[in-house]
Nanobody, 113 residues
Framework: QLQLVESGGALVQVGGSLRLSCVVSGSIFRFDFMGWYRQVPGNQREWVASISVGEMPNYADSLKGRFTISRDNAKNTVYLQMNNLKPEDTGRYFC???????WGQGTQVTVSS
């Protein structure tokens, strides 16, 4: 059974850093296109970053320079390193796998001022 499990969310102060992880099971991960999204209650889910195989990662323009997506195919894991966090980064962060449009349950990030 294919499953995505995110972790690493926490309460952090402005300017802090977090690294989110998403472990994928039940898939040939090294061929998967992976993305991170975030959502604040009442708002639509927002694309953050994505990473494919053999291509450069892509980021939402507003997040370039602070967020870094990476993957470890040996661990079936995609990461999101988030630096210099701001209150507007607060939200629930989800990873997504394509093909198949699979989502994890999300992990909560709260940035406190």
């Amino acid at each position: 059974q294919l499953q995505l499990v995110e972790s690493g969310g926490a309460l952090v102060q402005v300017g802090g850093s977090l690294r989110l992880s998403c472990v994928v099971s039940g898939s040939i991960f090294r061929f998967d296109f992976m993305g991170w999204y975030r959502q604040v209650p009442g708002n639509q889910r927002e694309w953050v970053a994505s990473i494919s195989v053999g291509e450069m990662p892509n980021y939402a323009d507003s997040l370039k320079g602070r967020f870094t997506i990476s993957r470890d195919n040996a661990k079936n894991t995609v990461y999101l390193q988030m630096n210099n966090l701001k209150p507007e980064d607060t939200g629930r962060y989800f990873c997504k796998k394509v093909p198949g449009d699979y989502w994890g349950q999300g992990t909560q990030v709260t940035v406190s001022s």
